[in-house]
């Protein structure tokens, strides 16, 4: 019974209470009022889906149709009718050299998801070949003090998945670092509070593409004689820079409208500074902290596809841009698929940081 409880209340804390309202349906546990949620929570968004990709199916065709009537009547125009009538008979064919490129249609977007998922596994297959193989050897290079060699072909999807969240990631830890500590010194003071201002509103604002140019100009110089991963450095770095100051001033607002009775209870009990800080300060600041976290990592994710276009760094915003100058006839919806797959992936980002949240903050919240 404990635990059914407990997996309720995570269930709401991220958002998903709707998964609660269906248990209760199938229990017979439904009231009128439940009934009606259920409604709102299951019923409608369900149909939503469903008219988004009616909607979705009815653009893609209609384009399609705009698309084909052009190459038929280009062709007309520039070759005659029989090369009309060939177009027409090879547009109908299915046939992929002539299918006009445009918007893909949700079962298209479907088959393409399903193909990056057979190239992964292809991939991975070539990879645990690679490494059966080069086992022994690898096993003698590292015993004499060598470089293993490893598997330099091209990533999968999946691949690229993991490799983005390991850069937002790691971006996002940085912004943490950086701006939690910093913007509980602001709080503390509002002189400190008033001669910074400036600078975080220049700073906020500013491009993540500036901030890629300036982390390269920097990283460039320090690891000009190191054998790391620079693309991946300057992705990080870059994501954690454009991305802290939501963190940072929600941390100061946080600590700076601190109910002014705990402050006087820490007088009270004769805290010191630091006990003040952990032991007032951010307990009751969290809930700000958290809402600038939740803002940051989507901001994050956000702004890491395009940092890693130009960076270079072989992670979703590679596999966009790849496919975009590819111009093959499924392109187009291999990077409708990405798009989903970054969209799904923020959205349970922001679940994950509201369960977070919930579970050491007092103030509960479903978020949005």
Request: positive net charge.
């Amino acid at each position: 019974m404990k635990q059914s409880i407990t997996l309720d209340r995570v269930t709401k804390f991220m958002g998903l209470g709707f998964l609660i309202t269906l248990k209760s349906l199938f229990t017979g546990d439904l009231d009128k009022e439940g009934f009606r949620n259920f409604l709102r929570k299951v019923v409608v968004p369900i149909a939503s889906i469903f008219l988004f990709i009616g909607l979705w199916h009815m653009g893609a065709k209609s384009l399609y149709n705009i698309e084909a009537d052009y190459k038929i009547e280009k062709a007309l125009t520039e070759q005659g009718q029989e090369a009309a009538d060939a177009m027409k008979a090879c547009i109908a064919s299915g046939d992929i050299s002539c299918q006009p490129n445009t918007l893909p249609s949700p079962a298209q977007v479907w088959e393409s998801y399903k193909s990056l998922l057979r190239d992964h596994q292809i991939i991975s297959a070539d990879k645990a070949a690679f490494a059966e193989k080069t086992a022994v050897i690898n096993a003698k290079r590292i015993a004499e003090g060598k470089d293993s060699i490893v598997y330099t072909g091209r990533p999968s999807f999946v691949d690229q998945i993991l490799t983005s969240l390991k850069t937002v990631f790691a971006g996002f830890l940085l912004a943490l670092v950086i701006a939690v500590p910093i913007g509980v010194i602001i709080g503390l003071s509002k002189t400190l509070r008033s001669s910074v201002n400036w600078l975080i509103q220049i700073f906020k604002p500013v491009s993540p593409v500036v901030w890629l140019l300036l982390v390269f100009m920097i990283v460039k110089t320090m690891t000009k004689d190191s054998n790391s991963d620079s693309a991946f450095i300057i992705s990080f770095i870059s994501v954690g820079l454009c991305s802290m100051w939501a963190t940072l001033v929600n941390t100061a607002m946080g600590v700076a409208s601190v109910d002014k009775d705990y402050i006087n209870v820490a007088k009270v009990l004769k805290l010191g500074p630091v006990q003040k800080v952990f032991k007032v300060i951010l307990p009751s600041s969290l809930p700000l902290i958290f809402t600038g976290l939740r803002i940051t990592l989507s901001v994050a994710w956000m702004v890491l596809i395009a940092i890693e276009l130009l960076a270079q760094s072989p992670g979703l915003g590679s596999f966009v841009w790849e496919e975009f100058q590819n111009g093959a006839i499924d392109s187009n919806s291999k990077i409708i698929v990405a798009m989903f797959v970054i969209g799904g992936i923020g959205f349970l980002l922001d679940r994950i940081m509201l369960t977070i949240q919930n579970t050491v903050s007092f103030n509960k919240t479903s978020g949005i």
